[in-house]
């Protein structure tokens, strides 16, 4: 989803507005995961273009950035080709149906690391992988 009229606000205005935690995603390829955003986990962006998309979900604020934008940046020398970016990480997404995104992935070829099941947590979940390997976790509360 690239915009062509350019961002909605400066980065620096972008920067200045971020408040408490945040996550920031280097991919490959934007476009490609903001496909896997929107049609596996139903997440629009607030801006997407081809090197950048910023999100909000509540009080977070996460990015995507292509490699290309953090050019002699420490993490390019991790994530050579064939890397799993996000081994060791869970990026949760509390009070999305699982179920559904669980079902989404698989029609679409994605890889479903874990299948739903209720978690004695107290959420029904599953682990889904996007296209660069980082591990998403659609969740939803459990009836009491």
């Known amino acids: 989803m690239a915009q062509d009229d350019g961002p909605w606000m ?5 920067g200045r507005s971020l408040k408490g935690f945040g996550v ?12 896997f955003l929107r049609s596996i986990l139903s997440i629009e962006p607030l801006y997407a273009d081809r090197d950048f998309a910023a999100y909000r979900r509540g009080e977070v604020h996460w990015m995507l950035h292509a490699d290309g934008t953090y050019r002699e940046h420490p993490l390019l020398a ?7 970016r996000g081994a060791g990480a869970e990026l949760q997404l ?11 992935a698989r029609a679409a070829g994605f890889t479903v690391l874990a299948p739903c099941r209720d978690k004695p947590h107290g959420l029904r979940e599953c682990y889904i992988a996007d296209p660069d390997g980082y591990v998403w976790v659609p969740s939803r509360p459990l009836e009491p």
């Open 10 to 14: 400066p980065a620096a205005a972008f």
């Open 78 to 84: 991790l994530t050579g080709d064939g890397a799993l």
């Open 24 to 35: 920031n995603l280097l991919v490959r390829d934007v476009d490609r995961s903001v496909d």
């Open 94 to 104: 509390y009070d999305l149906d699982p179920d559904a995104a669980e079902a989404r």
